[in-house]
């Protein structure tokens, strides 16, 4: 599949997979952070979910205190740097700028963002000490953005910690599960790295069954359940094991995990889904250097969940986009596939709630080597459902205290993308991480 | 090349006399850096500048210092202001006088005047004043102002710092000078008026101001040096550019409505743009004189000058420099003069408003606590905007405000009771012209500090009291 024919060279595909937006200099920076209005309340703090004081940082960046913004943004998401590539600000912080209003365009805040954390991260800056040892013991299951960021406030208030992670590396999502093109392994490693200076027993390659974190739960003074979504859900149709047929959250694994010219790609893609995973495969495939692109999605434009801007970047990418277009059948050939059999539907009524009517006779095949599946992942529910008493959604996500992070189980919290309600980005899940280190801490304590 | 005789722009002429001599426009180069050669000025002169004061001459040439200036920038824009610790002219005075004549016999039409700064002797004076009129120069233009430096011999401010000498050295000027003298005081004194007064009696022509301010521009935070230093180290210099304008508006107005004084005015300071030079006009100067802006951007900025000022004076009528040069003069009164019984309020228009919030808390913090702030839910805010599908944006499934966060919107209204009228919230507020300051009819007839002063003594008027805003 991948070697037959694509033409690839390493210098080319690491060009491919530059970063989007790169760094700031530091005229740019300034001319940047001149921009900011220093709102009262300012909007684009309250649009953070983190709630990073944003003019405050940019004033410090305008006053050459960059070591101070560092501080100011790590101080409420110690995913910063991260975050500051990762981050859909189009519908955050910058989505919220006044100057949207006044000139049309917003203040640069997620790369000014990145400006100040990378200045602290060259120089291997360490603003954060552990507390005074409480001798309390704390378990967190899942080394993602919201266990890493639970394990370091934690640490800071002197709570002994340890991390069990079922990969082999740290970092969920924020390390492997982001387009290359965002944020680099090496940078989303350095802020784990940074983490794990606070002293935190790291566990990985440890996976935790329902047997295991029954026994946390007896051992330990408190348990944070941080262990996200599992396997990308099933599209219930023929040829889904068909060689060929991926999952678009392994796709996009293997950029971080192997070199770029070794990363599996076809010559003809075609992903299924229209979220923001879906456009990030194909924008991947495209970058891996297959020949043609295809995103087949049922509904329309308008119910695309894609935001906006990655939308726009997969079209100038050359991908190519199919509305009302479902998939019947996986086709195959010799046990791999050759095609998907899809159907123009019809929507009866408006939005996301419109029903979907197939238009009979409109059935064709679309010819590809590759199918990417993202239709979004499923809860870890053979983890979950084993405790009676742990209060679910009817998609099984964990009902959580929105303020503490506290489950329907004593001393088990649970944050991140396996809770009920969990926004979908690294920024929501360090939100929950730190919800939930402050309800752990208020338990400790009493 | 002969200069034009006039800079005329459409209907609008910009010619003027200023004592005796004309120009083509006001806009003029001030003594200083950029009128130090023949080569410069007469590209200013081709530029479009209608005349200039030639850098200040000395018998014997001085010797400067490396480096020489600094600068404030503010937020990201350079040089708001500039301080310099050069001297008066490092050349020869026979090079100097040969070039001025050659300046003023290829442009005959400009006006040229010449900066002298000598030791303080009568026959110094006298010999260099008869030597600078030998050129053809149209004026002398006297330098009592220069703070740094040649204040430590005797000269410049050392001069301009004390009434009696500014005087009796105009007068040996006055007694050997056959053209307009021009006396150039410093700011670096409490009653500028009182120095403007004694050039008067001296004799002098005309008044022109301001020179320079003493200043240290800063401390250089890694080497712990002043800003501009010499080896480390630095001396107290003399600040000018845009940030010095409202000082030296200040005092042309002071000289212009001096009763005693009556001369035409110079008026120099922190002119960059027509808004500028159009101020100082208004205020009293005749002519106007311009050093920073040029330094920083070159000659070519005399275009802008002319067109603006041409524009204005169309727009508002007036088709010579004359008819609006001190229109504005008497309206400089005594704060005793002003009428307690006038009083404005702001007004924010919810229309223009972008919710930035920099009113309520520079009103909350540092005024007079007469803004509300109230949370609008985003929802709600949609539907009290005409303009909202220009602050709406969509990208996914999500729908967002700009402005809004956390499901709200503040909004920012002003307690019109409490409100003092104090400007600050319109000075701050980012959007043109969406908080105006209105005028509220009190109903009551226009009255004075003094008259105030003298109702109470009378028993005719109660005590007036401020708003209860805290």
Redesign the interface.
């Given at each position: 599949m991948a070697k037959s024919g694509i033409r690839r060279n390493s210098k080319m595909l690491r060009a491919k997979f530059a970063e989007l937006h790169p760094p700031l200099d530091d005229d740019e920076a300034?001319?940047a952070?001149?921009h900011c209005?220093?709102?009262?309340?300012?909007?684009?703090?309250?649009?953070?979910p983190t709630r990073i004081d944003i003019p405050h940082f940019i004033r410090q960046i305008?006053h050459k205190d960059t070591r101070g913004a560092a501080k100011t943004i790590l101080d409420a998401n110690i995913f910063g740097g991260s975050c500051a590539r990762v981050c859909?600000t189009?519908?955050l912080c910058e989505?919220?700028?006044?100057d949207?209003?006044?000139l049309n365009e917003p203040v640069l805040i997620g790369r000014l963002q990145r400006f100040a954390c990378d200045d602290s991260h060259e120089a291997s800056m360490n603003f954060y000490t552990p507390g005074a040892d409480t001798g309390k013991r704390v378990a967190i299951i899942g080394a993602g953005p919201a266990g890493l960021t639970c394990a370091h406030e934690l640490r800071k208030q002197g709570h002994r910690v340890t991390v069990f992670e079922a990969r082999d590396v740290a970092g969920g999502l924020n390390t492997l599960g982001i387009a290359a093109y965002k944020i680099s392994t090496e940078f989303a490693l350095s802020e784990v790295e940074r983490i794990m200076k606070m002293g935190i027993d790291l566990r990985l390659g440890s996976p935790v069954d329902a047997d295991r974190l029954a026994q946390y739960l007896l051992e330990y003074d408190a348990v944070f359940l941080a262990v996200g979504l599992g396997r990308t859900a099933p599209l219930d149709i023929p040829g889904e094991n068909l060689k060929g047929v991926w999952e678009a959250l392994d796709f996009i694994f293997q950029t971080h995990t192997k070199p770029l010219n070794k990363c599996k790609v076809g010559k003809q893609v075609v992903v299924i889904g229209g979220g923001?995973t879906a456009i990030d495969a194909a924008n991947a495939a495209v970058r891996l250097g297959a020949e043609s692109v295809t995103v087949a999605y049922r509904r329309d434009k308008h119910?695309?969940?894609?935001?906006?801007?990655e939308y726009d970047l997969a079209l100038s990418s050359g991908v190519q986009i199919l509305w009302l277009t479902k998939p019947l059948k996986i086709m195959g050939r010799a046990g791999k596939v050759a095609g998907v059999r899809v159907q123009r539907v019809r929507l009866d009524g408006r939005g996301?709630k419109a029903r979907l009517e197939p238009v009979r006779g409109s059935e064709y095949t679309l010819p590809c080597d590759m199918m990417i599946k993202a239709l979004g992942q499923e809860t870890l529910h053979e983890l979950l459902e084993v405790f009676p008493k742990l209060k679910l959604t009817k998609n099984g996500r964990v009902v959580v205290n929105p303020r503490t992070g506290a489950t329907s189980i004593p001393k088990l919290f649970a944050g991140g993308d396996c809770q009920k309600d969990a926004g979908e980005e690294v920024v929501n899940a360090v939100e929950a991480g730190k919800i939930a280190a402050a309800g752990i801490v208020a338990l400790l304590s009493r | 090349m002969n200069g034009t005789p006039s800079t005329t722009n459409g209907d609008v002429d910009l010619s003027i006399e200023f004592c005796g001599v004309r120009a083509p426009n006001p806009f003029w180069l001030a003594s200083g850096p950029p009128t130090n050669s023949e080569y410069q000025v007469r590209r200013a002169f081709e530029a479009g500048w209608g005349g200039a004061v030639w850098k200040t001459i000395s018998h014997e040439p001085i010797v400067n210092v490396s480096s020489r200036y600094g600068a404030v920038d503010y937020e990201g824009r350079k040089v708001m202001g500039l301080n310099n610790i050069e001297l008066i002219t490092d050349r020869t005075l026979e090079d100097n006088l040969r070039e001025i004549a050659n300046v003023k016999r290829d442009f005959p039409n400009h006006a040229l005047f010449v900066s002298l700064m000598v030791e303080s002797k009568r026959e110094a004076w006298h010999d260099i004043v008869k030597r600078t009129e030998d050129t053809g120069a149209d004026g002398l233009e006297l330098n009592f102002g220069c703070p740094h430096g040649m204040s430590e011999r005797g000269m410049g401010s050392a001069v301009g710092q004390v009434p009696e000498y500014t005087q009796m050295i105009t007068e040996w000027v006055k007694e050997v000078a056959r053209t307009p003298v021009m006396v150039k005081l410093t700011p670096n004194i409490t009653d500028v008026g009182a120095i403007g007064r004694a050039g008067a009696r001296g004799g002098a022509d005309a008044i022109a101001l301001i020179n320079t301010l003493n200043s240290i521009m800063g401390v250089d935070l890694d080497t712990l040096a002043p800003k501009p230093h010499v080896r480390g180290q630095g001396s107290h210099g003399g600040y000018c550019g845009p940030a010095v304008k409202p000082i030296a508006l200040h005092m042309v107005s002071q000289i212009a409505n001096d009763p005693e004084i009556g001369l035409p005015i110079s008026g120099i300071g922190g002119i960059q743009t027509w808004q500028e030079a159009t101020e100082h006009m208004l205020l009293g100067a005749a002519s106007i004189q311009v050093c920073t802006a040029v330094m920083h951007f070159g000659f070519r900025i005399v275009e802008e000058l002319i067109s603006g000022v041409s524009n204005w004076m169309r727009a508002k009528g007036f088709g010579a420099c004359g008819d609006f040069v001190g229109a504005s003069r008497e309206r400089v009164r005594d704060w005793s003069d002003l009428d307690l019984n006038y009083k404005v309020v702001a007004e924010i228009d919810q229309q223009t408003c972008i919710n930035c919030g920099l009113c309520y808390i520079a009103c909350e913090d540092g005024c007079h606590q007469s803004i509300n702030i109230e949370r609008v839910p985003e929802s709600q805010f949609r539907k009290t905007r005409r303009d909202i599908a220009d602050r709406t944006f969509v990208s996914g499934t999500k729908r967002y405000t700009f402005g809004a966060g956390d499901g709200y919107v503040n909004r920012f209204t002003i307690n019109q009771e409490t409100c003092v009228g104090c400007n600050m919230c319109a000075l701050i507020c980012p959007v043109e012209g969406c908080i105006a300051m209105v005028e509220i009819d009190t109903g009551k007839p226009p009255m004075s500090w003094r008259e105030y002063q003298k109702r109470l003594a009378a028993g005719e008027t109660e005590l007036l009291e401020p708003p209860k805003h805290v």
């Open positions: 300034a001319a952070a001149v209005l220093y709102c009262y309340d300012a909007p684009c703090t309250r649009a953070c305008l859909p189009e519908v989505g919220a700028c006044v949207n209003t006044l923001n119910a695309m969940p894609a935001f906006e801007h996301r | -």
